[in-house]
């Protein structure tokens, strides 16, 4: 609906300032709600408070540090410092970035007791909160492009969500209430134990945006429009499993691990096997119906993201050991999750550029798609070392890649039948 109401460029450019956002956002986080997961100090009412303060005092940080970034790019739009026509050329870029990220403030006022109740895998009112924040935003965003066919209703309904799920979460979340607390012990064990974090959050960060990051300095706005498109169909079938995936799996792990370790590897099999299923399903049905999807949900303004979600959907299939980097943590193994974002930010920071000198926007996809996979190998080395291999069970992930790709072709050839 969106898409039809405002141009592709709407879609660069807020692709962008969401990246930017998130860079900020990564680059400053301490990992403290994993730690009130994990913590046995989680569930105290003086540490949930210090966490809190911590997540506050950082909110406002994030919304400085981005005002200032947005003054440095309107510096260097004067100085013309930005190629023409690209997005980080845009003069409504500096404006959009200082609106968007006050969410960031809105955000780190809000309550930390959705993660208490993780801890307590207590998900139903979390989940709740979360769809009806979205839904909010997503009507105002559609209302607003209605009426105004700005930019600034997708910024407006970030906004308004941040302010929902905040207020609903100091109401209706089972807690402490929030307080402004500094204890030394809780902020040592937040900072020492978030140091790896941030470390992991950075080259996270990276790994996950450096693509538009790059894209938005080599391609015009409207075809970052139009990758920005297709990578948000792929995220929302991949990024939906891996977010219910990495909201569940990180408690069960940490409670099997410090409580039933003996029963590890038969849980880890489980999830393995449902992760596979999913994923590869999601992946093989996307690649064939890209075309499908994207002509059936927008205009022909979009019809060239069809190639675009395609490819894409290859590197969708690269998020499966998402589950070993639960255990990771769960473990207490922090320091492997820079060890296994590093080689995909080197992919990206140099296979982009390399590959969209050699074949344009397909060599940049290309090694988009390349970097989704080269963390497997520390993966599959920490599953042979811990007892976690089972090989024997990996026919899942092919299988279902091959169902897939078999409803994909069964979609495409009934639509094209039904218009014959």
């Known amino acids: 609906m969106l898409a039809r109401l405002l141009m592709p460029e709407a879609f660069g450019l807020m692709a962008v300032v969401s990246t930017l956002m998130l860079a900020l956002n990564l680059l400053s986080d301490i990992g403290s709600g994993t730690i009130i997961v994990q913590s046995p100090r989680g569930a105290e009412k003086e540490f949930l408070n210090t966490a809190w303060t911590l997540q506050a005092m950082r909110g406002v940080g994030i919304w400085a540090i981005a005002s200032l970034a947005a003054l440095g790019i309107l510096f260097g739009q004067a100085q013309h410092w930005f190629i023409a026509g690209t997005v980080y050329a845009d003069p409504r870029l500096p404006l959009l970035l200082v609106g968007s990220t006050f969410a960031m403030v809105i955000d780190g006022f809000g309550t930390v007791n959705g993660k208490l109740a993780e801890r307590n895998l207590e998900m139903h009112r979390i989940s709740v909160m979360d769809i009806g924040a979205r839904f909010v935003a997503l009507a105002v965003m559609i209302v607003g492009a209605y009426l105004t066919g700005s930019i600034w209703s997708l910024v407006a309904g970030n906004l308004i969500s941040s302010v929902l799920r905040c207020a609903v979460g100091h109401q209706f979340l089972s807690g402490p209430r929030a307080r402004f607390r500094l204890e030394p012990q809780a902020m040592n064990e937040l900072l020492h134990k978030g140091k790896w974090v ?23 706005t409207t075809t970052l429009g139009l990758y920005s498109i297709a990578l948000g169909l792929t995220s929302i079938a991949s990024g939906a499993i891996q ?39 999601l992946a093989g049905f996307m690649f064939i119906a890209s075309d499908l999807i994207i002509h059936t949900l927008y205009d022909s303004r979009y019809h060239a993201a069809g190639h675009i979600f395609a490819l894409l959907a290859i590197g969708a299939v690269g998020a499966r050991f998402l589950v070993v980097e639960q255990i990771y943590m769960a473990m207490g193994r922090t320091a492997l999750l820079p060890a296994a974002t590093l080689p995909r930010v080197l992919v990206l920071l140099v296979g982009i550029p390399i590959g969209y000198q050699v074949a344009q926007l397909d060599g940049a996809l290309a090694a988009i798609v390349l970097s989704s996979f080269v963390n497997w190998p520390l993966a599959i080395w920490f599953r042979a070392k811990n007892g976690l291999n089972h090989v024997r069970n990996d026919w899942v992930l092919p299988v279902s890649i091959t169902v897939g790709l078999s409803l994909g072709y069964m979609a495409v050839w009934s639509v094209a039948h039904l218009k014959a």
């Open 198 to 220: 941030i470390v992991s959050s950075g080259l996270g960060f990276v790994a996950m945006n450096g693509d538009r990051m790059l894209l938005g300095g080599l391609i015009d």
């Open 243 to 281: 977010a219910v995936l990495g909201r569940v799996l990180l408690p069960v792990f940490s409670e099997v691990v410090n409580k039933r370790p003996h029963e590890l590897s038969e849980i880890y099999r489980k999830f393995q096997q449902l992760t596979d299923l999913c994923i590869g399903g």
